[in-house]
């Protein structure tokens, strides 16, 4: 197979990526805040229109919300120092090694930055990739679409909606009903179990 398709399938940034091993667990992020706070003033904030969940455990919206916004020194304070690497400066994870990719647990999983519901357990499935990967989004509002064209490649970069967390990239080589393959990192996700979803309700969601 051609280098440049077979990178394209693979969704991954250099071939290297298969002849290293995994790294070991990342550090603890020294201090926490709400990552759902935007840093940005009253007068230059920035809205979104985005789907979460309420104190039910239901998806509803969309609701209108700030983007979250933080400087690079924020984020770094609230990631580990992998998590920052790919979810703020759009690196990739080793093929293989993501703790999500063999997650087979009923749930949802949000945004490792702001917490945005992503992607949910019943669009995942095995590509064979390396990477957690999902034939779609558990609302399209929440995840955006960005022309990539870096390695020299054209691809379409996915990136959640609320914080721009670099999420990785959509193909069309996926699986019925949408044709599509959501090929993202594990550092860019967090999980919540189906019977926890109220625990990531969203205040602007009401009860």
């Not at 703020?88 to 999500?100: A, I, M, S, V, Y």
């Not at 919540?192 to 009860?207: E, N, Q, R």
Request: aromatic residues 8%.
């Amino acid at each position: 197979m051609h280098r440049r398709i077979l990178l394209k399938w693979l969704g991954f940034t250099g071939v290297e990526l298969l002849l290293i091993g995994c790294d070991g667990p990342s550090e603890k992020p020294p201090e926490k805040e709400n990552p759902a706070m935007p840093a940005a003033s009253a007068s230059t904030m920035v809205k979104v229109k985005v789907k979460v969940f309420n104190s039910k455990g239901q998806l509803v919206g969309p609701i209108e919300m700030p983007k979250v916004i933080k400087t690079d020194a924020q984020w770094q304070k609230l990631l580990t120092p992998s998590q920052y690497e790919i979810a703020r400066d759009k690196g990739t994870e080793r093929p293989f090694c993501g703790t999500l990719l063999e997650n087979h647990k009923t749930g949802v999983y949000t945004c490792i930055c702001c917490g945005l519901p992503l992607f949910s357990s019943d669009s995942k499935f095995n590509s064979g990739t390396g990477w957690p990967s999902f034939f779609a989004p558990v609302a399209e509002e929440n995840v955006t679409e960005h022309t990539d064209n870096s390695m020299l490649m054209s691809r379409t970069e996915i990136l959640c909606t609320r914080c721009d967390c670099h999420l990785g990239h959509v193909f069309d080589d996926g699986p019925r009903p949408t044709g599509l393959r959501f090929c993202v990192n594990s550092e860019s996700l967090s999980f919540t179990p189906s019977t926890d979803l109220a625990k990531i309700a969203d205040p602007a969601a009401g009860s």
